[in-house]
């Protein structure tokens, strides 16, 4: 089971839009997915149809029994969604009220990794959507993760939201055993822009060697997608969209930070081809 986190404290930079396209091709591959949506605004909960308001059991309801000492199956705070190979631990409203309520209460860290160590065999891939802002869920999340995906609009402001999401995992990474290993996803990149095409030139500059060498178009087709509440490359496989997150799902699995070829077509997007 591999244990990926999707984690920018930016907001609206594409990390629900990144969990949700890698977890349809994923499906492609018949791999088992779990998503788990750490965000109290529950975009991705809302994206398979439930209710982040409504009371019930979500993950929310680990890091609660974990602060009251109680135990509970982590398979209860799991859902079924109308794709057979995907389930989601949902978010909840309730999320917001963590860091105040319980936060501080030592163990609170693990809550996450704990609970995944028990669902090995029930999934290949657990793909976890993380709140654009630093707390109790996104620590949880970087301390179970066994990779991280770092979305990064292609804007110019998007360099500051980029620097404290880097700050934040080298905090981490010395509370951890084991290394933290990192890829920057260039998104919603507009050939036609110059805040775009500098970005881009930026972060190729800065972070050649984390950087992800193809780009995520950007493509309304997202939007329609999220309205029906379907991952993109399961509706729409060819468009612009679900091929940029196919190549960099084939260049994570990959796994080499050296195959830029795998990446063709959205590389030579960015380069305006
Ligand atoms: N490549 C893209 N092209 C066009 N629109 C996109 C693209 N990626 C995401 N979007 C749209 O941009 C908006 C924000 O994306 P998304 O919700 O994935 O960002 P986020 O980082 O998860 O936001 P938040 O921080 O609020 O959780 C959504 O409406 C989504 O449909
Ligand atoms: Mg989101």
Known sequence: MKIWVVANQKGGVGKTTTTVSLAGHLVKQSKRVLLIDL???GSMTSYFGMEPEAPGVSVYSLFKAAAEKRSVDPMRTIHP????QISIMPGSTALATLDRQLGSRPGMGLVL???LANLVDQFDYV?????????????NALAAAEYLIVPVQTEYLALKGLERMLRTLSMIQSSRKQRLDHAIVPTMYDQRTRASHDTLQLLRERYRHELWPGV????????EASRMGKPLPLIAPSARGSVAYGELLDWLQGGQPQTVNSASTSAALAEGV
Do not use: N, S
């Open 113 to 115: 990794k704990r609970a």
């Open 81 to 84: 969604t109308d794709f057979e």
């Open 39 to 41: 965000d109290p605004h």
């Open 127 to 139: 793909l976890i959507d993380c709140p654009p802002i630093l707390g109790v869920t996104m620590v």
């Open 216 to 223: 995520i178009p950007v493509d309304t087709q997202f939007r």
